[in-house]
């Protein structure tokens, strides 16, 4: 089969580290026979919003659902698109259009990197944060009533479906299933948020039922991160609310180290639209056009979708380890970017990382 893939490099360091993620992929494809079908948009980034007044065509939706998955670089260049922007009118069009409603984000801490937390080894921390991506606090029911006037009000609300809730945590029981730990952390807050959270906990319940093999647990998100910092080897996979999500992926791999190395996924697992692989970081212009971008996240992330794309086969599994593996010897023993405390350029880790393979 030929897997077809839509690449969108984006803004900034996205255009420096997406020639290193496909290198490697290349690289691997080659040495286990998969055949992956590159093709390139330059679209969601600055110079198309210059050239178009928009982030995207029109025909967005049409032209790429057929694809398999999309490799994302990253978008934004706030000199030139108001962030609001360039996030809504491109990647969040993609996440809502295409449906994909589990943010995957591993968080592992790999050796040789340095851990913010004392006394931490690499087995320590590896787990994963499973946010719910389309649903929850970020909807747009709501509304401003007397404006400008002391009775001025605001009323933004959450939305929690069945549908949308249960999908989200049987993809999470699913993943906790085939884990060695087999454990699942749900982050809720039915103290403090009195309907929603108390639903959410009655589902997480009902599925818990349905995987008697998996031990699970719930923690306030509150206590729940400050455990993220405290003792994150208690963790297998955690589950969370858009919003609880997106603050817990985001402590995660940051007490897995730098923001450089951090992937993600948003995952469609009913496959019937595609899904989209990203580095967790930004367009980071503060270094963009120097070249020292750490292009190991892009990487990662590309293995994630190998990984996905390959539905279970084992050749595709074992493309993901050893692309996990070349990451895992080149940061033990470099080239090193600057922000793992090397002087190696984007270039030459990609290299160093395709050479293992
Ligand atoms: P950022 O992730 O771009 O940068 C934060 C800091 O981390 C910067 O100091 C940067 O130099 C450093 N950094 C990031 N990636 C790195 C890498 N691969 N290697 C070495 N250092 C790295 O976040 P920031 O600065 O808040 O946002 C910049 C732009 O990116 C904004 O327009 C923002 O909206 C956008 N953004 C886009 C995302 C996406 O496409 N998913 C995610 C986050 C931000
Ligand atoms: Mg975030």
Redesign the pocket.
Known sequence: KVHKIAVIA?????KE?MPEGLRVLDKVAARFDIQLQWSHFDWACADYYLAHGKMLPDDWFEQLRGFDAIY???????DVVP?NI??WDS?LKFRRGFDQYVNLRPVRLLPGVPCPLANRKPEDIDFYVVRENTEGEYSNVGGRMFEGTDREFVIQQSTFTRKGVDRILKYAFELAQSRPKKHLTSATKSNGMAISMPYWDERVAAMAGQYPEVRQDSYHVDILAARFVLSPERFDVVVASNLFGDILSDLGPAVAG???IAASANLNPERNLPSLF??????????FGKN???????IWSGAMMLDFIGNGDERYRQAHDVIIEAIEAVLVEGPR???MGGDADTTSVGKAIAERI
């Open positions: 984006g803004d900034g360091i996205g580290v994302f670089g990253a978008v934004g260049w706030p962030d360039s996030l990647l730098t923001i450089g990203e580095p967790v970081h930004g367009s980071a212009p503060d270094i020292i971008a750490n292009p190991i996240a892009m970017t600057p922000d």
